[in-house]
């Protein structure tokens, strides 16, 4: 177990090549896995969650200044980042600029905590913090797009409110990979205090999690990487979008870093750290249902077809950054960082 622990930077990214090395081999044929990805991500985050302590979660001062500056991070900084990098990386079409817009402007919910705890950061504020975090979208996004849309990123989109109320069915579909294994651990605990038989059961599950937490790491990382890494490479229009999504990621990293040490002093270093995580990675998981719904009104068949591959184009970047953000915070970088 020890050795897992100490190599797991290298098992992750170990994972991350077997994905694209099976896709290539075998010419695609991977992509089978792609329904396979949510519910490796659940177990995940079972694992994650069951081995945090949620019955301990409050809403104190040092919460709500933590919350204050994650949505500072994630929905003024990451936008703004967006609107300028978007402003120079204007070849792309309008379609395009407006789905690469649409996953960069809304924040992760899901596997960012299991991310930011592997890296030393709060994962249990950030855990804390992500129905605030979710609702909040709702109101980011659209607002933010208008703004997108009125200072010319696009002339015209032909989608409209009606076509994203169509994706919802799927978007909480999306959702539950989260909410079903935070319900459960949670209630796994809640149960643990009653004692006896069922007080074992939790601890034993406890245990069960902390054993299989990187390997069902590197599941998810492996079916991500394998189920869409062949199609991606095989779209030389998606390298505009990819090189902006590297530098989104690696300017959130270097930003939202300055930001918390400017502002955030009055926390602590590891709850300043799972801000700069969560500035850096994006909720395409689940922006994915709203851009399939998208794309599906569009009469050009071919732009259709790229858009999903779009996002996908964004969750491939962003585990290669996350597997180095958390080599980089636990291997070159001390708490002190932030302090």
Known sequence: MQWIQKHQVALYLLALSMGALAALATGGATASLEPLILPALALLLAATFMMMPLQKVKAAPAFRGFLALLFGVNALLAPLVVLGLLSIFDSLDDITTFTVAL???APCIDYVVVFAGLAGADARKLLSATPALLLGQVV??????WVFGAVGLWSRVPWNLATVVDS???VAVALSAVIVPLMCAWGAQKLAVCGGNLARIEATS???SELFMMPLMMLVLFTSVAA????VAGQRSLVTPALVYVVFALTMWVAGSLYVRWLGRSQHPDACRAVVFSGVTRNALVMMPVALALASTLPDAGVAARIPLVVVTQTLVELCVMVLMVRFFTGFLKKQYFS
């Open 206 to 208: 406890r245990k069960l």
């Open 168 to 170: 919802a069915p799927d």
């Open 228 to 231: 869409h890494f062949y199609e």
């Open 140 to 145: 980011m996004i659209p607002v933010w797009l």
């Open 103 to 105: 996953v960069l402007l």
